[in-house]
């Protein structure tokens, strides 16, 4: 019998995906090239999507972000810009130029949310098909960055069977959200995962409450669910917390 870890999906996956959150270099873990060369060589098979993280895809050398996109891609992991970005072309009247922009860096996804723009329902469909008529993957982030009050599950099921019959294979449910139905509404957080459509949902987890929180989402969600905001520093240790090695998950593989 081969001395092997406990089985886990190997990629294309449809559950238990990672996306991995590029800060660019940071306290979370250096990720300039020579950063995700390494990344790459330690975690590529366990790493789904990266995130160029909020205007980085501006703010970082054109030279550099491409580089570090193209590493990205050809170690099997797709590259997507985030959101923020989005809702700042989206203030600046500029989302084809932003779509332009990001077809030269060689990036072939994006995130639309609404974190802190609010898009009527025409307007939301018309730029996801807009991404999509460029030739993007588009991913919907779902929630605001300072919510108010929690989500209903039949809000949540709505979206996602919009998004899938627009051709949106995943929500990510924003951060932000999670901690507010969890305390506000800790019953619908416990019936998330029961739903037919969670497996097109991606959770949001908080990079500065690793690796407690991580854990508490694998108890609450089963090891195969969805996570987004794992950083470079993170992402080889969440694996470990998914096959049952770790403090943080009191090594059940050995229960």
């Avoid at 996956?13 to 790459?40: A, K, M, N």
């Avoid at 491409?66 to 810009?81: F, L, P, T």
């Amino acid at each position: 019998m081969a001395f092997k870890l406990p089985e886990r999906s190997a990629k294309p996956r449809t559950c238990g995906l990672t996306s991995v959150i590029d800060f660019g270099p940071d306290t979370f873990g250096w990720t300039g090239e020579s950063g995700v060369r390494d990344l790459l060589d330690y975690a590529a098979p366990y790493i789904d999507f990266a995130k160029i993280y909020a205007m980085n895809a501006l703010l970082v050398p054109e030279p550099t972000i491409k580089r570090v996109i193209g590493m990205y891609q050809d170690g099997g992991v797709k590259c997507y810009s985030g959101g923020i970005l989005f809702e700042y072309a989206c203030h600046t009247h500029s989302v084809p130029d932003m779509l332009r922009h990001l077809k030269g860096l060689g990036i072939g996804a994006m995130e639309i949310s609404e974190n802190y723009r609010t898009l009527e329902p025409a307007q939301r469909r018309d730029y996801i098909r807009m991404a999509q008529d460029h030739g993007f993957h588009v991913i919907y982030e779902f929630g605001r960055k300072n919510p108010t009050s929690a989500f209903s599950l039949d809000n949540l099921s709505h979206l996602v069977h919009e998004m899938n019959e627009l051709n949106v294979e995943h929500v990510i449910i924003e951060q932000s959200e999670i901690d507010m139905i969890a305390k506000s509404s800790p019953d619908a957080l416990a019936a998330l995962p029961d739903q037919p459509w969670f497996s097109h949902v991606i959770v949001e987890a908080d990079p500065y409450r690793f690796p407690q929180q991580h854990a508490q989402l694998l108890t609450d969600f089963g090891s195969e669910v969805n996570l987004a905001n794992i950083t470079a520093g993170q992402c080889l240790r969440l694996e470990g917390l998914r096959r049952g090695i770790g403090r943080a998950v009191d090594y059940s593989l050995l229960g």
